[in-house]
């Protein structure tokens, strides 16, 4: 599962990736591609290591993507072919300049997601109305067209005519008839508001932070910030008021975006968090880890996070009764600590 970085030159997408990723080079003023994998943070992974000790510790992961783009700083034009390049994503982390400075015009980000967003919109009715346009020809030439597929395109038309992003729809955005267009104002999307280092305020965005999902950050200072030693870091969070590195939140915010979740299985060996969509029955969950547990499935003994803590160790919640066994058809839910039994 991936996300792609997008938005004008010059609003600091390579600042972003830099502080997710800690991968810093100049690649990107290169104009290359870059991909940085990181782990997700969670407190319930470090607390489950502390409690069994395991040989390893192994988190959930989230990647990104930026795409290389020739367009070079401030130019306030949209890279066409950085849109192109994450057509294959997931989904979208939409940076958005809210800073100013030397050679830079006065900050405008709803301005400015507005005007990426069109550019979505369009490039998407661009895509659909040329695939309708085709489908419509195929029937008069009497070839076998999918009517369902015609009847999603006509509505995905709609909408985007009436300049609505396809996210706005989930359940059409999703389609699997739809999947191979990769609409990409159907693709999730978390929108980063870029502000100066000393800046902590949502700006004035009209309705953006009502519409989208909004998260404010000071990425050039966190860039610095994963460039530190301990120490200096130490004093730096306090200097800025800094709790935590809001990468971390915006992390965790990626792998919801997504519709993932994780679940764990612990033991001496290893403590691990495995990454499930929303909704994934156990014995699909069970593929997850290996296909032979999937095959031999027999039932899986779970125990959620919270049970765990509550009764403080696995046999203490064994005694309490909350240790279950579910059939194939259980939906997995988030924390849920689970030990699958099979046969091979
Ligand atoms: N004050 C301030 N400056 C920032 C911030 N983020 C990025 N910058 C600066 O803005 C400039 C552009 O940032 P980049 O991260 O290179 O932006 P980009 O979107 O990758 O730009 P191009 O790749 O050149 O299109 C750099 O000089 C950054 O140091 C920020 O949060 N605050
Ligand atoms: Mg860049």
């Not at 940085?36 to 510790?57: C, E, F, H």
């Not at 400015?112 to 030439?141: I, N, P, T």
């Not at 076998?144 to 909408?159: D, G, N, Q, Y």
Request: proline share 3%; net charge negative.
């Amino acid at each position: 599962m991936k996300l792609g970085i997008t938005g004008f030159p010059g609003s600091g997408r390579t600042t972003v990736f830099e502080a997710l990723t800690r991968n810093f080079s100049d690649a990107g003023h290169k104009g290359e591609n870059r991909i940085g994998v990181m782990r997700v943070p969670d407190a319930r992974v470090d607390v489950l290591s502390d409690m069994y000790k395991p040989k390893k510790t192994i988190y959930a992961q989230v990647e990104y993507f930026m795409p290389g783009s020739a367009a070079r700083g401030a130019e306030k034009k949209i890279d066409r072919n950085s849109l192109t390049a994450v057509r294959d994503c997931d989904a979208l982390i939409h940076v958005l300049r809210n800073f100013g400075g030397y050679g830079f015009d006065a900050p405008m980000p709803y301005e400015d997601f507005l005007a990426l967003d069109q550019e979505l919109v369009l490039s998407d009715l661009v895509v659909a109305e040329k695939r309708l346009e085709r489908l419509e020809m195929d029937k008069k030439r009497g070839r076998v067209v999918e009517p369902e597929e015609i009847s999603l395109l006509t509505e995905c038309r709609k909408h985007l005519e009436q300049e609505i992003p396809l996210r706005k729809f989930p359940e059409l955005a999703e389609a699997k008839l739809l999947r191979g267009y990769a609409f990409i104002s159907g693709k999730p999307m978390l929108v980063l508001l870029n502000n100066e280092d000393d800046d902590e305020q949502m700006p004035q965005a009209g309705d953006l932070q009502t519409k989208e999902n909004c998260t404010i950050i000071r990425a050039k200072l966190e860039q610095e910030l994963a460039q530190m030693s301990a120490e200096e870091a130490q004093s730096f969070l306090s200097e800025f008021n800094i709790t935590a590195s809001a990468m971390d939140r915006v992390i965790k915010a990626s792998y919801e975006l997504l519709g993932l979740m994780s679940f764990f299985t612990v033991g001496e060996d290893e403590v691990r968090a495995w990454t499930i969509r929303k909704g994934t029955p156990a014995i699909d969950a069970a593929e997850v880890i290996h296909s032979d547990i999937k095959k031999g499935f027999i039932r899986a003994e779970v125990l959620s996070y919270n049970d765990l803590m509550d009764a403080g160790s696995y046999a203490e919640a064994r005694k309490k009764g909350t240790v279950r066994l579910e059939g194939k058809t259980y939906q997995v839910q988030d924390g849920d600590i689970i030990n699958f039994r099979f046969n091979v």
